[in-house]
Structures are given as C-alpha cells and as structure tokens.
C-alpha cells in the first residue's frame, strides 16, 4: 500500500516528477518553454508546491491568480482541449505513481475541476445546439 500525500515534500515530489513528464512531452513543452530558458524551473515548482500545498492543507503560501496567470499564457501559447487532456493524464498518473488515499484523491479532484474551470473561460468547450 501507498502512503498518502501528508507533507509540503510529497507535493514537491509530485510536482517535480509531473514536470519531468511535461517537459519532455513536445505538446506541453511550449507552454514552459521560457521558464525552462531562463532558469526559472525550480522557482516555478516552488511555486506550484506552494499552490498545491495551500489547496490541500490550507495553508496561505501561494500569492497568485492561477487563473490570469493561465489567461495570460494563453494570449501567446494557445490552450487547446487536448493540452488540458494531457495535463490532467500525466498529474493523476504521477500522484497514483507514489501516493494513494483521502488527499491523493482530493488533489485529483481539484486538479480535474481546476483544469474544466480554466477549459470553461478559455471558451474551450463548444456549445451544442
């Protein structure tokens, strides 16, 4: 049996090993392709542990708007569905890779509504009449 996500340490490793999936995906890479050339990756995934963290322990570490912060990489790097699809396949196989339980599964739930959220204002889902 896994253990379950109880510290900030697991959310580090879980966001770092999801990075090391996205990274060398060529549909995801765009989207970190600066963050990568400038030097920025540990301080991003600091970052996103620190947003994680904040979600599942309610803690107030992470001073971003994750939504904007996505809007605005959109004006450069065009989400499309499929990105969201990929996204979400590579986090829920990476937390069910190391951790299994309550709060495993309340970061896969978070992270599935998360990502519909952002698909929802990026006007990424068709109406059909």
């Known amino acids: 049996m896994k253990p379950d ?9 879980i966001i770092t090993k999801f990075y090391d999936k996205l990274l060398v995906d ?24 620190d947003f994680w963290n904040d979600i599942l322990f309610d803690t107030i570490t992470y001073q971003n708007n994750v939504m904007q912060k996505h809007l605005d990489k ?8 499929e ?3 990929i996204w979400v396949s590579y986090f829920f196989t990476t937390i069910d890779s190391f951790f299994e339980g309550e709060n495993a599964s309340r970061m896969k739930a978070r992270a ?12 990424l889902y068709q109406n059909k009449k």
Not at 5 to 13: N, P, S, V
Not at 74 to 81: G, L, P
């Open 5 to 13: 996500i109880t510290l900030k340490k697991d959310i580090k490793l």
């Open 26 to 49: 060529e549909k995801m890479l765009p989207f970190f392709i600066d963050i990568v050339n400038e030097n920025q990756l540990e301080h991003h995934l600091e970052i996103i542990t």
């Open 74 to 81: 959109n004006a450069f790097v065009k989400f499309q569905k």
């Open 83 to 85: 990105h969201f699809t």
């Open 112 to 123: 599935q509504s998360i990502a519909t959220v952002m698909q929802l204002k990026m006007n």
